[in-house]
């Protein structure tokens, strides 16, 4: 589950991690009020949306506006903020389609000594969180890392413990830190782990975190991304949800218990088991088709799951045909076939569908299907499936 930066701050703010005024403005007469109330000369209008790539992204409406601006005057945080709310900015993590605006967070002005970039994933390999830092803020990680690979420092930490004293030491002098910046660090650092593994984050980011002109760390930005599957300890955060920038197929998907991820193929896929989804996508792929998504209904599944997610395949415009596969266990092939000749009949599947099932009673859902007398095409093992479901498409 993402968050807006204006959001992601506010939870950093109670973490006692440092971060800039802001104000959340909804309505481009607030934006004159907000100005005055912060008292700098120079305040950042900045557009909130779930995506990164914001002050160098621009608005369809509006190609000369960025998506973050420095402004001077009241009266020129209201004219950007007309520009900006309601319109729909394009960034290079948006896609062409872009994402309309409907949030602006003004943020005060501050003297700015050094930008840098810090980043804390939980990196799988070695079963930990680690820290990403550099020396290169305001810039795409993923360039710096391609381009300039020493500049970046990495540090794993205990999350039972937290972030010790001498990691501390050690990424300051890293990120080469004066006296007066370590200083702050060995607050800031700290705090931003424990706001990382109290609030089951799997991604909190901050580009750019700033070394202000007296020496102080503070969060210029705000990325955080929870673990899906960690909600349930957080009901607080139901309120964080903004609707409007997921996927409405993966809003509906969730609410029904089913894992969902919208993609751009015309093949769509139904399989129990997020490995056994991940390697349908593959052969899929191997033998020329596209996958149009990622859907896992899971080991547990009963009828009603399974015909909505027959529902929320067939309303992808793009789908042309259906790949089901099925390796039964606790999830028995009859109830799969079950629910599809109930979708079958109930939603009326118009593309061609092919089924491939393994395990727990799968000779009875095979019996099932040839008794069905539908359109529905069968295969013998996952490489016979996606050849086949791949033909349908030519």
Not at 37 to 59: D, M, N, W
């Amino acid at each position: 589950m993402k968050i807006h930066e204006y959001q992601a701050k506010k939870l950093f703010s109670e973490a006692g991690v440092a971060i800039p005024n802001g104000i959340v403005v909804k309505d481009p007469a607030d934006a004159a009020k907000a100005f005055a109330e912060l008292g700098t000369p120079v305040v950042v209008v900045k557009s909130q949306i779930h995506a990164g790539g914001r002050g160098k992204g621009r608005f369809k409406e509006h190609p000369e506006q960025a998506g973050v601006v420095l402004v001077k005057s009241p009266e020129d945080a209201v004219a950007n903020a007309e520009r900006m709310l309601g319109s729909t900015l394009v960034t290079i993590q948006t896609g062409d389609e872009g994402k309309q605006v409907n949030t602006l967070y003004i943020e005060q002005g501050l003297d700015i000594a050094k930008e840098l970039y810090l980043a804390i994933i939980v990196d799988r390999e070695v079963g930990k969180p680690m820290i990403i830092a550099s020396t290169e803020g305001g810039m795409a990680i993923e360039e710096v890392a391609h381009e300039h690979p020493e500049k970046i420092v990495k540090e794993h930490f205990d999350p039972g413990i937290g972030l010790q004293p001498y990691q501390v030491r050690k990424l300051s002098n890293a990120l080469g830190f004066n006296a007066v910046t370590q200083k702050s660090a060995s607050v800031f650092l700290p705090r931003m782990c424990e706001f990382f593994v109290k609030n089951d984050c799997s991604m909190a980011e901050i580009n750019p975190l700033i070394i202000t002109g007296d020496g102080q760390l503070l969060a210029l930005d705000a990325k955080v991304t929870f673990d899906d599957n960690a909600l349930f300890r957080h009901k607080n955060f139901d309120e964080l949800r903004d609707s409007s920038e997921e996927e409405p197929a993966e809003t509906r998907a969730q609410a029904a218990g089913l894992s969902y991820v919208k993609l751009d193929g015309e093949i769509g896929c139904l399989v129990n088991g997020a490995g056994l989804a991940m390697s349908t996508m593959d052969i899929i792929k191997l033998h020329g088709g596209e996958p149009a998504n990622f859907l896992d209904v899971g080991g547990g599944a009963n009828v009603d799951q399974v015909t909505e997610a027959f529902r929320i395949i067939l309303d992808d415009k793009n789908v042309k045909a259906i790949l089901v596969n099925i390796f039964g266990g606790i999830m028995q092939c009859d109830t799969i076939v079950e629910a599809l000749l109930v979708a079958y009949d109930n939603i009326g599947i118009t593309v061609p569908l092919v089924v491939r099932l393994e395990g727990t009673n799968v000779d009875k859902a095979r019996e099932m299907l040839k008794a069905s007398g539908k359109q529905i095409i069968t295969a013998n093992n996952l490489s016979d499936a996606a050849q086949k479901v791949v033909a349908t498409l030519a």
